[in-house]
């Protein structure tokens, strides 16, 4: 199992950046990929990122591909979201997750962190 703790979150206007931070505990990350994901308000939760950690391939949902970068830094054992260019419909919580290599499915998730984008 792995323990996934999320921060950066925080009020931005339009227009503005955030780098969010999902640091990974319990096991090593090189059999993982690491999604970022998000939940607005009345909405289903979504894709948006994903990184398989040990050779560094990025995935993103389109919405979001021309803005916002996903990278993890292996000595921290910590992924990261940079989030440019924020648009109020950005505003979510976003959470990361891990996703063991050869599963389907993210079993490993962070309590998530409040993104709120003013316009």
């Known amino acids: 199992q792995v323990q996934l703790v999320e921060s950066g979150g925080g009020l931005v206007q339009a227009g503005g950046s955030l780098r969010l931070s999902c640091a990974a505990s319990?096991?090593?990350?090189?059999?993982?990929?690491i999604g970022w994901f998000r939940q607005a308000p009345g909405k289903e939760r979504e894709y948006v990122a994903a990184i398989l950690y040990s050779a560094g391939n990025t995935y993103y949902t389109d919405s979001i591909k021309d803005r916002f970068t996903i990278s993890r830094d292996i000595r921290k054992s910590t992924v990261y979201l940079q989030m440019n260019s924020l648009k109020p419909e950005d505003t979510a919580v976003y959470y990361c997750?891990?996703?063991?290599?050869?599963?389907?499915?993210?079993?490993?998730w962070g309590q998530g962190t409040q993104v709120t984008v003013s316009s």
């Open positions: 319990g096991r090593t990350l090189n059999m993982y990929t």
């Open positions: 997750a891990a996703r063991f290599r050869g599963q389907d499915e993210y079993l490993d």
